[in-house]
Every structure is written in structure tokens, then in C-alpha cells.
């Protein structure tokens, strides 16, 4: 590969190559603050090649490929370069995984203690997430809470917010130009903008915190809270893992041991002044 | 009457963790977890490994053996078999 990047999130190193010099320019600028992945940590490896040698060249298109890939994955352009580092970084994790549960949530920390923001694309885990950092908790990631099974505890992860559509407005209004990366427009998830981890989370990242509430958010909705049941918990965040099955009776063991000792609430919230008003009425009676 | 055998697997193949009203159950031989709700625990735990016909079970679980109940009983016991965790033998 010509051009090249080593960087380490929590406690996954990767090692990112590419054809073209463009993507790992800007992968460096959003992982500026980040470490060089520690001796001894083993590297995902994520490569961004040309489709066919043309395609280097003349509208360039990209194909991931790395430990793992997925086939059927349709090439990308080179505009949105960033983009596809990132997938193929996520992919390498949610397949490769093998010592951490990962659920697909996002986590904030206050003292050592963690709340678990869970649910689908579109749920607003992310932005919510990354309102939370901005009103003073340690983000820990918003794409994977990985779980320690000999622990209990959360491990952070705390990759760039990856921001679409309307939360880039909302989160630019609260922060500085310098911690956003390249606005990429009509990407297969729309407008995407990348948010840089505040330092001190970054700084974080090898600090586990314990989960003391598992959040289902739902942005859009009327003001409403509602406890949930540990089965209908314990089947949500088994869809919610993406390597829950590879870690057989580890796994299970973890889960319900993550849904037996922490409380789930689903929040409703029709704004980010409602979605924040709920996670610190949880973190008052929790935290 | 035809009266058909069923087993469950060996208790410690299966690991059981109750969740409020629910079990979750991990199987140790097929690796694969299910999330059952009452009576299904209960007949999984009445049958055991050894295989008992459906009269035995209904006995077992101190059910009457009526129009109702013995159609009931077999078709959850359909159910476990389709998910594994019974057989027929």
C-alpha cells in the first residue's frame, strides 16, 4: 500500500492502508489525537484498494478489503474515502472480536460509571451521546460498548461520532470547526460528518467503567420513560451484538449478567433538551 | 392411543438464568440460546433426560390428561422439538 496509518481506539489497534493518499490524509487529521497502537496490541488490518487497476485512476472506486470483508459490499468513490475507512475499521471489529461482548450502543461515563445508549440507526444514540460529552460526560464511543465477560465492565472505544444529516447542525452549533472532519454529502447514509472525540475521553480510553443503566432512546417521540423487562432486554441486546453467537457460552454468561444487574429504561424524547433532561434524571436516581 | 416418547437434554448441557418472568436458556450442545416463557421451563425440567411418553409428562406436571390440556402439551412439545430442545424418541 502507498500510503499508510497505524492508530489505536481503546483497545483495538488498526493499521489502515490505502491506494490513494487522500483518505488516510484526512483518517490522520480525525485521529490526530489519538495514540499509536502499544506493543503488543494486535492490528486490524483494513486496506483501501482500487475496484480494477483503471479504477485507481479514472473515477475511482474503492474496494475493502482486510481480515475480514464482506463480499457483497458495493464499491464506493474515492470522494467519500473517510467513509469507507471507517466501515471497514467497524467491520474489522464487529467480526474479528473475539475477548469483549460488543453491543452496537453507545456509552457515556460520569466517575467511573456508565450508561449504555442502545437501539436502532436513527434511534439518536450517537448524537445524544455526543451531546452528553459536551455538557461534561466522558464519551466512550457511540458505535460499540465492548464487554468485558470476566468483569462486567465497559470498555470504551471512543471512535470519531460519525454525524448525519441534522445532528451535524446541532453539534456544530455547541462546538469548535477544529473538531469536525470533512463534510461528505450523499453518502449511502446521506450527509456525514465526523466529530472528534473531546481529548480528555480520548485520553480515557483505557479506563473501563461499570454499567449502571442500559437506555433504549427514541428521538422524535413525547416525553415518556418506561422500565423494561430483563427478557425483552436480554433479547434486544442479543440482536444488539454482533458477536454474541462467536462467543458461545462466554457470551450468554456476560449478557445476563450485564441485564440482571442493570436496570433498561426506554426514553422517549421529542428534542435534545428532552433527551438530556432524561439521562441525568436517570443518572439522579442511579449514578 | 398413539402416545409419543420425548427427552430433553442432560441438565448440565443447559445453563438457565431467570430474567423477571422469563428463562433465558443456553444450550451447551447446539450452542444456541432460547428465551422461554412459562410452562416451558417447567416441562423442559419434568422431562428430563430420560424419555417419558406424553401420559407420563401430563402425570408428571400433575395436568389432567383431557381434550384440552393433552393437545396443548403436545403441540408446546412440538415446539421445543422444532427449536431442538426436545426429541422425539
Known sequence: MNHSHHVQVGPVGFRIGSAWAEPIRQLKALYADYPSPAEGITEHLVRLEPTSPMRRWVKPSIAIAGGYTLPEAAPLPLSIGLIAAEMAMNLQVALGERHYLLLHAATVARDGKAIILTGESGSGKSTLSALLMTEGWRFMGDEFALLDPETGLLHPFPRPVSLKNQAMAVMGARLPESRFGPVMKDTPKGDIRHLIPDVASIKAMHEPARPIAILFPSFGEEMAVRPMGQGEVFVRLTQASTNYTALGERGFHALAGLVKSTPAIAIDYPDTAGGLSLVEQVWAERG | ?89
Open chain 2, 1 to 89: 392411543m398413539d402416545d409419543p416418547r420425548f427427552a430433553a437434554p442432560a441438565p448440565d448441557t443447559l445453563i438457565s438464568v431467570q430474567l423477571d418472568g422469563l428463562v433465558a436458556l443456553y444450550d451447551r450442545a447446539s450452542a444456541m440460546t432460547h428465551v422461554l416463557a412459562e410452562p416451558v421451563p417447567e416441562i423442559l425440567e419434568a422431562l428430563g433426560p430420560s424419555a417419558l411418553t406424553a401420559t407420563q409428562l401430563l402425570a408428571g406436571l400433575d395436568l389432567p390428561d383431557d381434550a384440552d390440556t393433552r393437545p396443548a402439551l403436545l403441540a408446546r412439545l412440538e415446539e421445543l422439538e422444532s427449536s431442538g430442545l426436545v426429541r422425539r424418541v
